[in-house]
T-cell receptor, first 117, second 113 residues
């Protein structure tokens, strides 16, 4: 497809359950970002990859959150032992921009809405 | 990344120009001004970005003041589909180790029929 694809679009998890959220970035995009958006708030940065390297994970709220991008393309955000406060929309974005590149734009997916009950 | 200040909400009549202001008085020399918008239940959508010169594309124009401490996003002929939350972001970019976009609370723009 032409855009960033995220799956599933909706996920309901019971408290304590593990979840895995998938992001398919635009082909060839070097950079990949994960954001968390609570209801009524702006997106909050979670983590950043350049190719397969996770260069910034400063936004991950706890060690229950883990992200990977093993081959520098598809990325998975995993949340272990989900809690009610993890309920949010999880957004993935990708861009062509690497560390030697001029500034460019990031393209966002539609997000995965996670509800923990 | 420098912080930005935007009005919480604005209204604009359909067909008129929507002018969305943003203050970024602590912007540094290598930081660009970016604008994104988010329509309900969708991911943010890129609109435009610039460093110091005014920029225009098919969606909007970006006017940056000479001292770069503020900017204005202009939607020349607003339509109902432009109703969204608009985010003004300053960002240095990957070259400077500032890869991420830091979103604030944005401006909720409502286009009035």
């Amino acid at each position: 497809g032409a855009g960033v694809s995220q799956s599933p679009r909706y996920k309901v998890a019971k408290r304590g359950q593990d979840v895995a959220l998938r992001c398919d970035p635009i082909s060839g995009h070097v950079s990949l970002f994960w954001y968390q958006q609570a209801l009524g708030q702006g997106p909050e940065f979670l983590t950043y990859f350049q190719n397969e390297a996770q260069l910034d994970k400063s936004g991950l709220p706890s060690d229950r959150f883990f992200a990977e991008r093993p081959e520098g393309s598809v990325s998975t955000l995993k949340i272990q032992r989900t809690q009610q406060e993890d309920s949010a929309v999880y957004l993935c974005a990708s861009s062509l921009e690497g560390r030697r590149d001029m500034n460019t734009e990031a393209f966002f997916g539609q997000g995965t809405r996670l509800t923990v009950v | 990344d420098a912080k930005t200040t935007q009005p919480t909400s604005m209204d604009c009549a359909e067909g008129r120009a929507a002018n969305l202001p943003c203050n970024h008085s602590t912007i540094s020399g290598n930081e660009y001004v970016y604008w994104y918008r988010q329509i309900h239940s969708q991911g943010p959508q890129y609109i435009i970005h610039g460093l110091k010169n005014n920029e225009t594309n098919e969606m909007a124009s970006l006017i940056i003041t000479e001292d770069r401490k503020s900017s204005t996003l202009i939607l020349p002929h607003a339509t109902l589909r432009d109703t969204a939350v608009y985010y003004c972001i300053v960002r240095g970019g990957a070259r400077f180790g500032n890869e991420k976009l830091t979103f604030g609370t944005g401006t909720r723009l409502t286009i009035i029929p």
